[in-house]
C-alpha cells in the first residue's frame, strides 16, 4: 500500500512522516521516529508495555492507527523526564525497585504520570485499579505502590519548597 | 545463625534500613539498580529495540500439525515474491543442537519431521515483517500425518512412531533412587497417608518476547563474511555462543553474543530458543543481518516452562510429626524435546531433601516426551510441584495427627551443618527463623482456627539452590570468572560474563566490587555480558549469579584491592595488612575513621573523591597538610592509591573466578550431579485467604513471606525478588494454566493466560532472614527463586483451613473449588470435572487437556488418541 | 503480526462518513470496517479475522461524542467513550446500571479508547474464533470464519460464538433504543431487535449504516440496578457470564424489574419470564432463589471460552441471586 504523508506531535514536536495506512502508532514511533521506549509485548492489546499519552490521557500505541493520530498530542516514555533529569515517579521507581526487568516500565510511566496528573492523593485502591491496565510480571506491583507514594511525597516536597522560595 | 535484622514493611515513603547499620558502606543499602534510570526513560534498549544499516525482518512457520513426517517442502513460491531476499529451511542448518550434553534433539528448523504445532518448519527473510508473513503463506509442504501423544502415560506406552526414535516408549529419561531404607522408614512409621496431586502446565510470560538480530562481519584478509555478531534476549549468552558454533560449523572464536537488556527471563531464556539459531543462520543465508522477534503466540509455542506434573506422594510419620519416610512417584509431561527436561525430573528427586531432615527417600521419575511444546526450566526449576504436593500432604498429616501446621514443621528441621541421605551439604540454614517470624508477623498462634467463616491461614516451606554446584556441562572449568581494570582516572571496570535480566546482576556485581576496594559506588563501570569482551559465566539460571558471579567479583577485587594495597603501604610506610580501604579512601587502621574521611552515608555512596589531584599535586596552603604530605601519610583518596599502584605496577587489573567446593557437589549416584549447591536458601510464608462458597472464588488477602537469603547485599532488590516469586506462585495456585486440546494451545496469548493484575493481586509482606552462609559472598545466598515454591501449598492449606476441601490440582480455578465445595455438601453436583472427582484425581484427564475444556476440537488422525477416547 | 493493507478513510461529519461509507461497503471478508476506539478491530486484524479493502476511521467525528439530557431521556453518542459514561453526573444519578457495567469493562486504558458504540457493536468472542490465522489453520477454520464446521459443538451448523460485551446487558434493562444512519437517513429501534441470536452474522446493521446514537428513554431513568460481571482476574478480562439487574420498588413490592445476561449466548438477553415473576411481588430468598434459576436456564453457554459453561451457567444463577438480594436491602 502506498505510503501517506502524515504529520504527528510527539513530545512536543512536530514530525512529518510517510507512513502506510495500516501502520500502527506503536511501529511508528519505533520504526520510523525510533522512539523504542515504547514496548510491545503482546498482539492482543492486554499487557499496556505500549502505553502513550493521546492528549494526555493514555491509551495503546499498538491499538491505534498511526494516522489517526494527526493533530493530537502524543507523548511517549521519552517525554516524561525534565529537562534531562529524571522526573519524580521515574526516581521513585528506580529507588523503591518499581522497576525490575524494565521492559513494562514505560508503560506504567504513562499511566502512573496520569493517575497523578489526576489524582492528587490516591488511595491504594485507586493506585491499584490505576495500574491494573499494565501487567508486569516480576515485581507483583508491590514496590510500585511504594514508588508512587514517594513519588507524590517528593513532589510535594518540591512544590512546598518552591512555594517557599516564592513567598521569600 | 543469628538473624542481624529484618527490613519490615516499609509502609511510608521513608526507608527504614537505615536503622540497620552494618560494618558496610555499600552492602545492605538499598541503593537503585544501576541501569534503572535506563529503564524508567525508555533509553534502554532491548534486543528488538535494535535496529542496523540494511537490516531485514525474518518471519518463521510452524508446524500446524503435532506429529508428522515432512514428505515435501517447497519454498520456490515464497522466494519469488518481491522483497523475499531468502527462505531458510531446515537443510540450511542440520546439525543437532539442545541445551543439555544428553539431549540434543533439535535442529534449528526441522528436518524430517515437526513433533508439535508450532515446531519450526522454514524462516522467510524479507524486507518488511508483512512481506515476510504474506510470503510465509506461500511455502508448500506436503506432511504425513503421524499418531500424536498427548498424555504422558498414554505416551509411555507406545511402541511405534516414536517421538524420537532412539527414545523407546516415548521415555527421555527415567530415575530410580532410593536413599535409606524407606521401606524400614514406613514400617516404624505410626501413620502412613498416600495421594494424588496434579499440577497443571504454566509457562514464565515475560513481558519481553524473544528477540534476535544477527549480523556477519566481512573478513579484511578473506573478503568474505567472516565473524558472527548476535545480539539476543537470553540468559545464557555463552551456552548460546556455543549451541551456534555447533550448529553453524564455525568456531567459538569467530562468534560474538552480546546481551542487551533482557525484559525478564524466569527460565524462559535460560537456554538456547530456535530463534536465536535460525537468526544467525538466516543472516548468513541473507548475507545481511536479520531480526527475528516472537509474536506473543510464538513466545508460548517455544515455551520451555514447567511442565504439569504428577505426583504420586506417599509419606510416614511418627506419632510426634517426625517424618520416616517418603517416596514419591514423579511423571513429568515434558513436551516434544529434551530442554532441560533431565535436570527437571532430578531436582524433583533431589530436592524432596535439604529442606527436612527426611532419613528415607525413595524416588521414581518419569520425564516423557510429548507432541507438545518443550518444557524447559522456570522459575524454582523442577521442586515447585513437588513441593506443592509435599507441604499439601504435610498439612494433612498435621490435621490427622492434630499438631500445629507450623510445629510438625519444625519437628522435622534439619540440624545442619549436615549432608542430607541423599547427599547434599547444609551448611547456613535459616529455616527455623522464617517459621518463627511469619508465626509471629501474621499473629498464627492467635489467629489460627479462630478466623471467621470462609476465611482461613495456611503455611507452608520451601528452598532452593544458589546456583547448581554442577555445571550442565561437565568440567573443571569455573563457573564464573570476572576481571577488573582500575586506570589512572580511578575508574574500576568490571568485566562479567553474568547476565542481568532484571534481577540485579549487574548491581549486586557494582556493589561487591565497591564494598570490597572500600570505593565509591560511582567509580564502578559495569561491561557485562558481551563473549567479546568478558570472561566466561555459565549464565543466570538457577539462581546462580550472587553466589557465584558475587564471589568471583570478590575475588577479582581482593586482588586488585591486595596490589593497591602493597602500593599505599609504601606510601604510608606501613604494613598492607594495616590498611583499611572504605569510603573511597585508604588509610591506616590505627587512624580516627572519622578524620580519615567518612562522608554521610549518602554521599559516600553517590560520588568518588575529586578527581584530579594526583601525588605530588597537591599543593594545598595549610602547614598542616604541608607536614602531612612530607612525613609518611595516615590515608590517601583512592584515587591517589590507584595512581601510586599503576606507576609502581604499570597497570592495575586483577581476576577472580567461582568454582563450587568439591564436598558440595554430592553423591556419587547416577543423576547425584544434580540438586548439590554450595548454598541453599530457605522460605516460610503464610497465606490468608478467604473463599466465596457460593462461586468458589478463592481471594488471597496477605502473604506473610520470610526468606533466608544469607545476607541481603542490597534489601530493596532483595525484597522485589521475594515479593516477585511469592506473587508468580499465586499467579501458579489460582489463575494461570496452559490449556491444551490435541497438542493445540487453546490459550496463546496475555488475554487468555491470565497472569494476574494489580488488582487481584496481595499484599505481599517479605521478611528477610539472614543466616550468613560462610561460602556466600558477604554470606549472601540466593533469594529470587526460592519463596515460589512455598506459596502455592501455603494458599492450598489455607483453603482446606477456610473451608475444609483439600484441592490437591493446580490452579485452584473457581469451578474447581466450587466442585469440590458441592462434592463436600453432598450438594447438587455440578458437572463440572468430567466425572473426575476433583478431590481426588486418581487418573490423568483426557490427552492432557484442562479438565474444564470441553470443546470437541478438531478431528486429527484416526490413531489420534483424542480419537480413540471419543469412540470409547 | 502486520496488519493487511488498507485505505484509510477519515471523514469529519455523520454526513460524510455515510457518503463515504455507501459506496465502498464491499462485502464478506473485505467489507470496510468502522474503527471508534479499536480495541476490539485491531486485535482481530491482526490475527487475520478482517482483511478490509478500507477502514473507516469515526474517531474525529464530534457530533457522535457526548451524553445529552432531552424531553424524551438522555442520548449518548456513540462514540463516547466507557471513560466519559464512567465518569457521567447524569449517568451516575439516574442509570447507575449503566455506569457500573461499564467500569468492569477490561482496563481502564482500555476504557480510555473504547466506545459506548463499539462495545455494542463487539464482534462475538470464542476461544477457536479469536486466535491468529496460523492457529485456526492449524485447528481447521470454523463456521464463523473460513470454515464450516463449528468446534464448539459437534456437528453443528450454528454459530455459538458469546457476545462479549458488558454494558448492553445494562442497556437491554434500562429498554434502550439505538439509532442507525445509513444513505437512506436514519431509523431507531429497540437495542434488543439490534442483536440476531446467531454467534456469526449477530447484529442487524446495514453494510453502509453506522450506529450513531443510544438513547436512554426517561422511563427506566432512576432505576435501582447492578452489574455482576464473572472475570478470572480483577481487570483486563472479558465477561465469561454477566447479569445486569434494574428494579423499581414501591413500599417494597416491586413494580417492575428487568433482567438480562451477556456472555452467555451469542446475544445479550432479557431473561423475560423474570419481568413477569417479579412484578408486584415482595422480594425474598426464595423469590430470588426462583428468577436465578429462571436466568440460568435462559443462559445457553458453550466451551466458548474459559471457564466450564456448566460453571458459567451457574454462576449466571448465583449472581441473579446475589445481585436482587442486594438490591433489595
Not at chain 2, 216 to 232: C, E, M, Y
Not at chain 2, 549 to 576: D, L, Y
Not at chain 2, 750 to 767: G, H, K
Not at chain 3, 298 to 315: D, G, I, Q
Request: aromatic share 6%; hydrophobic share 40%.
Amino acid at each position: 500500500m502506498k505510503k501517506q504523508l502524515i504529520e504527528l506531535r510527539v513530545n512536543g514536536r512536530p514530525r512529518e512522516l510517510a507512513v502506510e495506512p495500516s501502520k500502527l502508532l506503536l511501529e511508528t514511533l519505533r520504526q520510523d521516529l525510533q522512539l523504542t521506549g515504547s514496548k510491545r509485548g503482546c498482539d492482543d492489546s492486554s499487557c499496556g508495555a505500549c502505553t502513550v499519552l493521546i492528549d494526555g490521557v493514555p491509551m495503546l500505541s499498538c491499538t491505534l492507527l498511526a494516522a489517526s493520530c494527526e493533530g493530537q498530542e502524543i507523548t511517549t516514555v521519552e517525554g516524561v523526564s525534565e529537562h534531562g533529569a529524571l522526573a519524580a515517579i521515574q526516581k521513585a521507581y528506580g529507588d523503591w525497585g518499581g522497576a525490575q526487568c524494565g521492559f513494562c516500565t514505560p508503560g506504567f510511566m504513562m499511566t502512573v504520570k496520569h493517575l497523578l496528573a489526576t489524582t492528587a492523593n490516591p488511595s491504594e485502591a485507586e493506585i491499584r485499579e490505576a495500574l491494573s491496565s499494565n501487567l508486569c510480571r516480576c515485581t507483583g506491583y508491590s514496590q510500585m505502590y511504594q514508588a508512587i507514594k514517594a513519588a507524590i511525597e517528593a513532589e510535594q516536597k518540591g512544590m512546598d519548597s518552591l512555594s517557599q522560595q516564592v513567598a521569600k | 545463625m543469628v538473624e542481624l535484622r529484618s527490613t519490615g514493611k516499609p509502609r511510608a515513603a521513608v526507608r527504614t534500613w537505615t536503622s540497620f547499620m552494618t560494618d558496610f558502606s555499600i552492602i545492605g543499602k538499598p541503593i537503585a539498580m544501576v541501569d534503572a534510570a535506563e529503564k524508567t526513560t525508555g533509553a534502554g534498549k532491548y534486543t528488538d529495540d535494535l535496529s542496523l544499516p540494511g537490516m531485514l525482518i525474518g518471519k518463521i512457520l510452524h508446524s500446524p500439525h503435532p506429529h508428522a513426517r515432512i514428505k515435501r517442502i517447497d519454498t520456490s513460491r515464497a522466494q519469488k515474491l518481491n522483497d523475499v531476499i531468502a527462505v531458510v529451511v531446515g537443510a540450511d542448518a542440520p546439525n543437532p543442537y539442545g541445551i543439555l550434553p544428553v539431549g540434543h534433539d533439535e535442529h534449528a528448523l526441522a528436518i524430517d519431521k515437526v513433533r508439535y504445532i508450532g515446531d519450526n518448519l522454514a524462516c522467510v527473510v524479507a524486507v518488511s515483517e508483512a512481506t515476510a508473513e504474506a510470503a510465509l503463506e506461500l511455502v508448500e509442504v506436503e506432511y504425513e500425518i503421524l499418531p500424536a501423544y498427548f498424555d504422558p502415560e498414554e505416551s509411555m506406552k507406545a511402541e511405534s512412531n516414536l517421538i524420537h526414535d532412539n527414545k523407546p516408549h516415548n521415555l527421555e529419561k527415567d530415575y530410580h533412587h532410593t536413599f535409606g531404607d524407606p521401606d524400614k522408614g514406613f514400617a516404624q512409621s505410626d501413620y502412613v497417608t498416600e495421594s494424588r496431586y496434579l499440577a497443571n502446565e504454566v509457562t514464565h510470560a515475560a513481558m519481553e518476547p524473544h528477540s534476535t538480530l544477527a549480523s556477519f562481519d566481512i573478513d579484511s584478509q578473506t573478503g568474505q563474511a567472516g565473524r558472527l555478531t548476535v545480539w539476543s534476549s537470553t540468559q545464557v549468552p555463552y551456552y548460546l555462543q556455543h549451541k551456534l558454533s555447533l550448529v553453524l560449523d564455525m568456531p567459538m572464536s569467530q562468534i560474538r553474543v552480546i546481551k542487551p537488556l533482557v525484559g525478564g527471563g524466569f527460565g524462559g531464556k535460560s537456554e538456547v530458543i530456535p530463534l536465536e539459531i535460525i537468526a544467525a543462520v538466516a543472516a548468513r543465508k541473507a548475507k545481511a543481518p536479520v531480526k527475528i522477534t516472537y509474536t506473543r503466540e510464538e513466545v508460548f509455542w517455544a515455551h520451555r516452562g514447567r511442565p504439569r506434573t504428577i505426583i504420586d506422594l506417599k509419606t510416614g510419620v511418627k506419632n510426634d510429626g517426625r517424618i520416616t519416610a517418603v517416596k514419591a512417584r514423579v511423571v513429568q509431561d515434558g513436551g516434544a524435546y529434551c530442554s532441560y527436561g533431565v535436570v527437571t525430573i532430578l531436582y524433583s528427586g533431589a530436592l524432596l531433601g535439604a529442606l527436612y531432615d527426611i532419613p528415607n527417600i525413595h524416588y521414581d521419575g518419569y520425564r516423557v516426551l510429548t507432541n507438545k511444546p518443550a518444557c524447559g526450566a522456570m522459575r524454582g526449576h523442577g521442586t515447585v510441584n513437588v513441593r506443592f504436593a509435599f507441604e499439601s500432604q504435610l498439612d494433612e498429616i498435621a490435621g490427622r495427627l492434630q499438631i500445629d501446621p507450623a510445629e510438625i514443621r519444625r519437628r522435622n528441621l534439619l540440624k545442619p551443618p549436615c549432608i542430607t541421605v541423599n547427599g547434599l551439604r547444609v551448611q547456613s540454614y535459616g529455616l527455623p527463623e522464617c517459621i518463627d517470624k511469619i508465626v509471629e508477623r501474621s499473629g498464627w498462634k492467635s489467629r489460627k482456627g479462630k478466623m471467621p467463616k470462609s476465611r482461613g491461614l495456611g503455611i507452608a516451606c520451601s528452598h532452593y539452590v544458589s546456583g547448581a554446584a554442577n555445571s550442565i556441562i561437565r568440567s573443571d572449568m569455573p563457573h564464573s570468572t570476572v576481571n577488573i581494570k582500575i586506570d589512572r582516572d580511578g575508574g574500576v571496570v568490571v568485566y562479567t560474563g553474568a547476565s542481568e535480566i532484571g534481577q540485579g546482576s549487574d548491581t549486586m556485581t557494582a556493589q561487591v566490587a565497591a564494598e570490597t576496594l572500600g570505593c565509591a559506588l560511582s567509580r564502578i563501570k559495569i561491561v557485562a555480558a558481551d563473549t567479546d569482551l568478558t570472561p566466561i559465566d555459565i549464565g543466570s539460571y538457577s539462581s546462580r549469579v550472587t553466589f557465584m558471579a558475587g564471589n568471583a567479583t570478590m575475588r577479582a577485587a581482593q586482588e586488585v584491592k591486595k596490589q593497591i594495597a602493597s602500593a599505599a603501604a609504601k606510601k604510608m610506610n606501613c604494613a598492607p595488612e594495616d590498611l583499611v580501604f572504605r569510603d573511597d579512601s585508604v588509610f591506616k587502621q590505627s587512624t580516627d575513621h572519622v578524620g580519615a574521611g567518612l562522608r554521610p552515608a549518602q554521599e559516600e555512596q553517590n560520588s568518588a573523591s575529586v578527581s584530579g589531584r594526583v601525588e605530588g599535586q597537591i599543593l594545598r596552603g595549610s602547614l598542616q597538610q604541608k607536614r602531612k604530605d612530607e612525613g609518611p601519610k595516615d590515608s590517601m583518596s583512592f584515587e591517589e592509591a590507584v595512581v601510586a599502584t599503576i606507576d609502581f605496577h604499570g597497570a592495575l587489573t586483577g581476576t577472580g573466578s567461582y568454582a563450587p567446593p568439591l564436598e558440595a557437589r554430592g553423591g556419587k549416584h547416577k543423576g547425584g550431579g544434580v540438586g548439590p549447591s554450595p548454598a541453599y536458601s530457605y522460605s516460610a510464608q503464610v497465606a490468608e485467604v478467604s473463599v466465596d462458597e457460593d462461586t468458589g472464588e478463592v481471594t488471597v488477602h496477605k502473604v506473610w513471606a520470610a526468606h533466608d537469603c544469607g545476607r541481603a547485599l542490597n534489601p530493596v532488590s532483595v525484597e522485589g525478588q521475594i515479593i516477585g516469586s511469592v506473587w508468580m506462585g499465586m499467579g501458579q495456585a489460582l489463575t494461570e494454566e496452559m490449556v491444551w486440546k490435541d497438542g493445540l494451545l487453546m490459550n496463546p496469548g496475555l488475554l487468555e493466560y491470565r497472569s494476574p493484575s494489580s488488582v487481584e493481586s496481595p499484599e505481599i509482606e517479605p521478611i528477610i532472614v539472614e543466616s550468613i552462609d560462610p561460602e556466600g559472598p558477604f554470606g549472601a545466598k540466593e533469594c529470587s527463586e526460592g519463596s515460589l515454591a512455598a506459596t502455592i501449598p501455603a494458599i492450598a492449606n489455607a483453603i482446606y483451613d477456610a473451608v475444609g476441601i483439600r484441592l490437591r490440582e493446580s490452579p485452584f480455578t473457581p469451578e474447581r473449588v466450587l466442585a469440590a465445595l458441592r462434592a463436600k455438601k453432598n450438594a447438587k453436583t455440578l458437572d463440572m470435572t468430567e466425572g473426575v472427582d476433583p478431590t481426588a484425581p486418581v487418573r490423568l484427564r483426557e490427552h492432557g487437556g484442562a479438565l474444564w475444556f470441553k470443546g470437541k476440537g478438531p478431528e486429527r488422525h484416526e490413531l489420534d488418541p483424542a480419537r480413540r477416547t471419543e469412540g470409547g | 503480526m502486520s496488519l493487511a493493507d488498507f485505505k484509510l478513510l477519515r471523514p469529519r461529519t455523520l454526513d460524510e462518513a455515510i457518503s463515504l461509507l455507501a459506496p465502498q461497503a464491499g462485502e464478506g471478508a473485505r467489507a470496510t470496517r468502522v474503527i471508534a476506539g479499536g480495541t476490539d478491530l485491531i486485535p482481530s486484524m491482526r490475527q487475520k479475522l478482517f482483511e478490509p479493502e478500507y477502514v473507516l476511521d469515526i474517531r474525529q467525528i464530534a457530533e457522535l461524542k457526548g451524553i445529552r439530557e432531552t424531553e424524551q431521556g438522555t442520548e449518548i453518542g456513540a462514540l463516547t467513550t466507557l471513560s466519559c459514561i464512567e465518569r457521567s453526573s447524569v449517568l451516575k444519578q439516574h442509570y447507575p446500571v449503566l455506569v457500573e457495567a461499564a467500569k468492569t469493562v477490561a482496563s481502564p486504558v482500555i476504557r480510555n479508547m473504547a466506545t459506548l458504540g463499539g462495545n455494542i457493536c463487539l464482534d462475538t468472542r470464542c476461544l477457536w474464533y479469536n486466535q491468529s490465522l496460523t492457529w485456526r489453520k492449524s485447528c481447521g477454520f470454523c463456521i464463523k470464519k473460513d470454515g464450516d464446521l463449528c468446534h464448539v459443538a459437534a456437528g453443528g451448523k450454528k454459530c455459538w460464538a458469546a457476545f462479549s460485551g458488558d454494558t448492553p446487558a445494562a442497556l437491554l434493562c434500562l429498554e434502550a433504543e439505538i439509532e442507525l444512519a445509513g444513505p437512506q437517513g436514519t431509523r431507531r429501534l429497540p437495542l434488543n431487535d439490534f442483536y440476531t441470536g446467531e454467534g456469526d452474522s449477530y447484529r442487524r446493521l446495514q453494510l453502509n449504516e453506522l450506529l450513531t446514537r443510544i438513547i436512554l428513554p426517561k422511563a427506566t431513568a432512576d432505576l435501582s440496578g447492578t452489574y455482576r460481571k464473572l472475570r478470572i482476574r480483577g481487570s483486563i478480562d472479558y465477561p465469561l457470564a454477566g447479569v445486569a439487574i434494574t428494579l423499581k420498588c414501591l413500599n417494597g413490592h416491586i413494580e417492575s424489574g428487568r433482567i438480562a445476561l451477556t456472555a452467555v449466548n451469542p446475544a445479550p438477553v432479557l431473561v423475560k419470564k423474570a419481568s413477569e415473576v417479579l412484578q408486584g411481588k415482595r422480594l425474598d430468598e426464595e423469590l430470588a432463589e426462583l428468577v436465578g434459576d429462571l436466568a440460568a436456564k435462559t443462559a445457553k453457554p458453550l466451551t466458548t471460552s474459559a471457564l466450564t459453561p456448566e460453571y458459567r451457567r451457574e454462576m449466571i444463577r448465583v449472581f441473579t441471586k446475589r445481585a436482587l438480594l442486594a438490591l433489595a436491602n
